[in-house]
């Protein structure tokens, strides 16, 4: 999907965000990034071990990072040594994007001129932003916000009253109605007067041929995206929290939660009111039953259900001997 930043960023130099650490390079930060994708001249953080294949092959500059994790990091990277990861992080967010630690309503939105979206169908009281780009075919419903710079795909549908901001979807999704897509996901920094809210400024990427039903909540990623894999169905009132990466061809039954930064394989099946803690990764062809709460991660094809869920197997034993 195409390289898009939906927020303001300004361009800072390493030593004023970090004054009082001596770096070899005093260079202007590109861009704040995961340990995977980041790039030269880009600030990214480890905050975890879980995470330390990703942090041995960064090709990051600079990293924040605690005094037990930075010998993983390469020679290259220069390392911000700090007491809490996130709570800097948080704060550099805060300085580079100062306007992404709340979403504030988008003033550019306004009724559309049907000669910028040539063959796309409009119904009553559709508020368009500032350089939205939609393909040709698509049709959106009647009192639906699109929020300035977010791309729609061809033979899209959307749905009445739904909210799209800093999102960009492809070609035949169906967006039922009430959806509100790409706003601000659930994260801060919890002091005793005033909580350090953490500025989330990564997007929302919906592949070809999804299909969300109605009253779904996808918040766009905090430093990495949020992405839902190709041919994916969603079912009503299912919520993904920031950074969550749902594969193709998975199936979703209604109000499952997604924590942040979850993983999910391809062809995954999970039944209604079942629950992913963040951080796990959900292996291909896995089925999780209904009203599981997963806790750990799962390994490719397995079945599982119950809370804390286990191997379907294991869960039917113990219910016959609470029988």
């Known amino acids: 999907m195409k390289d898009i930043n939906f927020f303001e960023k300004k361009i ?7 004054p009082k650490t ?6 202007n930060v590109k861009n704040v990034k995961t340990l995977k994708v980041a790039e030269e001249n ?5 905050d975890s071990i879980k995470y330390k294949s990703n942090a041995e092959k960064t090709q990051a500059s600079y990293c924040l990072t605690s005094e037990n994790l930075a010998k993983y990091l390469p020679v290259s990277t220069e390392k911000i040594i700090v007491k809490n990861v996130l709570f800097e992080l948080a704060k550099v967010l ?5 306007l992404a630690d709340i979403d504030y309503p988008d003033k550019s939105v306004k009724s559309p001129l049907k000669k910028n979206f040539f063959s796309v169908k409009f119904c009553n009281n559709v508020l368009i932003g500032n350089n939205v780009k939609i393909g040709k075919n698509t049709m959106i419903g ?17 749905g009445s009253n739904v909210i799209i901001k800093n999102s960009i979807l492809g070609d035949n999704v169906v967006i039922q109605d009430s959806c509100k897509i790409g706003q601000k996901g659930f994260g801060f920094i ?3 007067k005033n909580n350090l809210k953490f ?3 990564g997007r929302v990427l919906i592949n070809d041929n999804v299909e969300i039903a109605s009253g779904c909540t996808i918040d766009r990623g905090s430093v990495d995206d949020t992405v839902i894999g190709q041919n994916t169905y969603m079912d009503n009132q299912v919520h993904v929290a920031h950074n969550v990466k749902i594969g193709s061809n998975c199936m979703i039954a209604g109000q499952v939660g997604f924590a942040g930064s979850a993983e999910i394989g391809n062809y995954v099946s999970i039944g209604g009111q079942a629950g992913i ?3 796990l990764k959900i292996g291909n062809n896995v089925k999780i039953g209904g009203g599981s709460g997963v806790v750990k991660d799962i390994a490719d094809n397995e079945v599982v259900m119950g809370y804390p869920a286990v191997p379907l197997k294991e869960f039917l034993k113990n219910k016959k001997y609470e029988n």
Do not use: A, Q, W
């Open 94 to 98: 805060k300085r580079m994007y100062p």
């Open 277 to 279: 803690s963040g951080h």
């Open 142 to 158: 009647s009192n639906t916000i699109i929020e300035h710079d977010v791309i729609i795909g061809k033979n899209c549908v959307i």
């Open 42 to 46: 880009d600030l990214t953080f480890f």
């Open 199 to 201: 500025p989330h400024v």
């Open 12 to 18: 800072i130099n390493i030593k004023k965000l970090f």
């Open 22 to 27: 001596k770096f070899k390079f005093n260079n």
């Open 190 to 192: 919890p002091l005793e």
